[in-house]
Every structure is written in C-alpha cells, then in structure tokens.
C-alpha cells in the first residue's frame, strides 16, 4: 500500500499563494503519475494538475493553467503543487492522488483545506 500525505494548506489573501505537499510513503514502486485534484462546498471532486513520475510530463485543469505548478521530487517521493494568483473561487479540499501500477489514481490522500478570502 501507498500512504499519501498532504500539508501545506490554509488560509490566504486572494492574490496569494501557497504551496502544498503531498509525501508518500509504503510500496511507492511502480508509481505512474501523482496529481492533485480538490473538492469545493457542494461541488464533486475535479482534476487540478498531474505529473508522471519518471518523465514529469505535467498536465493542468485549464481554470488553473498559468497559476499553478505541479512538481515532484523521486528522492524524497514528494509531489508539490505551487500556487499563485489565488482567487475565492480555488477554496476547497486539496487532495493527493498516486497512480500505482496502473494509470488510474488508485491511492488518495486525506486532503488539506485551502480557503482564500475575497
């Protein structure tokens, strides 16, 4: 098993930014991609950025393309995801997605609040 683990979450300015973390530890071998996705009030769960792990070929939501970056660092296994510019409308639940032996996130983390004031 594949444990994720986010951080980095909180509260900030609109125009802000902050940067998230996700570690992961456990059988972390074979790992595809990693991703970010989130989850505002009411809404369902959306796809934000994700980064295959041994290319670190990256791909964006196109309402985050220009604001966020996704990296990774395979020494430490630990995915980040910079974000800049940050307007009300990024408030949500952040999560952490591992693609393990297969190309679909099959490992999820807890999430990590985000709230950004108008």
């Known amino acids: 098993q594949v444990q994720l683990v986010e951080s980095g979450g909180g509260l900030v300015q609109a125009g802000g930014s902050l940067r998230l973390s996700c570690a992961a530890s456990?059988?972390?071998?074979?790992?595809?991609?990693m991703g970010w996705f989130r989850q505002a009030p009411g809404k369902e769960r959306e796809f934000v950025a994700a980064i295959t792990w041994s290319g670190g070929i990256t791909t964006y939501a196109d309402s985050v393309e220009g604001r966020f970056t996704i990296s990774r660092d395979n020494a430490k296994n630990t995915v980040y995801l910079q974000m800049n510019s940050l307007k009300p409308e990024d408030t949500a639940v952040y999560y952490c997605a591992a693609a393990v032996l297969t190309t679909k996130y099959n490992c999820w983390g807890r999430g990590t609040q985000v709230t950004v004031s108008s």
């Open positions: 456990g059988r972390t071998y074979g790992t595809y991609a």
